[in-house]
């Protein structure tokens, strides 16, 4: 008799309640789906408008943080419904998960702090996928941003998670606009005017090919002669570039100058070092005895 109950029961709970947890489930599943494909179809609606490259890194990054909201929100959801379903009453749970989510703002005050600097990150437009930063002594490319972390992805292709709650000062090297800073030493000997002038021509043979063209947004600026070093005379100058294009423009640029350098025997110092052997009491030195490359060796 209980057994016959039993399966009676079962099978009005199936049909019912079952049914319906059954349809949350699917509602669900398909709500993810489908917030996933809307948000995607949205901001590649939006990329197709003619955004610039920084537009486009902003629409990624909250293209993501959208999607990650949307999931968030779209599991509660669905765990409340299912709750209801099985006969849980949902307002004493509320109300737990109010004083839980207290208690766990006080005891978990980092993640906490996380999730507000991420928010202000994302608000004020600091971060952006695709941006090279460097933040808490690490660099690299920003892959992700959420609410509590930024993933960068360094040149040796080590991935590292930073929490924003750690980030206290960003430096962004790729919004708007990048600097390739040059620092050019030359000898003593040489003509700074002349070496400008060289600078000049090299930066205009380098504006008039086709890869790097597009990439170079001003000629360059030469700031001057600007120090004195222990073996050289530094000049300073900057290439105004698109966003991530410093670092190729500016290794190209300093390939056509060597070049350049060359031709014109301009001498590129390297450091000189006197070498003191020490004397004896009668002012004599020791002799040195230096080996050449072929082995011949000379007093």
Known sequence: MDLDYF????RNWL????????????I?????????????????????????????????????LI?????????????????????????PILAAAGIVGLAIGFGAQQLV??????????????????????????????EKVTLRTTVLRDLAGSVHYVRNGQIGIVTNMTKGYSFFLADIGVAYREDVDEVIEVIKEVDSELRKKPEFAGDILEPIE??????FADSAVVIRARIKTKPIK?????????????????????EIPFPHVTLYMGEGKDSTAPPVRVSRIDGEKRR
């Not at 996933?36 to 486009?56: H, P, Q």
């Open 7 to 10: 399966f009676q029961y079962a």
């Open 15 to 26: 049909v019912s309640s079952g049914l319906r947890i059954i349809i949350i489930v699917v």
């Open 246 to 266: 410093q670092w190729q423009v500016g290794r190209e640029f300093n390939r056509l100058l060597k070049k350049r350098f060359d031709e014109k025997n301009i």
């Open 28 to 64: 669900s599943l398909a709500a993810l789906k489908l917030a996933g494909i809307l948000s995607t179809r949205i901001f590649v609606a939006l990329k197709r408008t003619g955004l610039d490259n920084e537009m486009r890194k902003r629409t990624d990054t909250l293209g993501s």
């Open 113 to 142: 702090q996380d999730v507000i600097s991420g928010f202000f990150i994302l608000l004020e437009d600091q971060i952006r996928v695709g941006d090279v930063i460097n933040v808490a002594d690490r660099g690299g490319l920003v």
């Open 222 to 227: 030469v700031l001057g002669l600007d120090q």
């Open 67 to 91: 999607r990650y909201i949307l999931s968030v929100a779209v599991i509660a959801t669905g765990i409340f419904m299912i709750l209801g379903e099985l006969g849980i009453n949902i307002g």
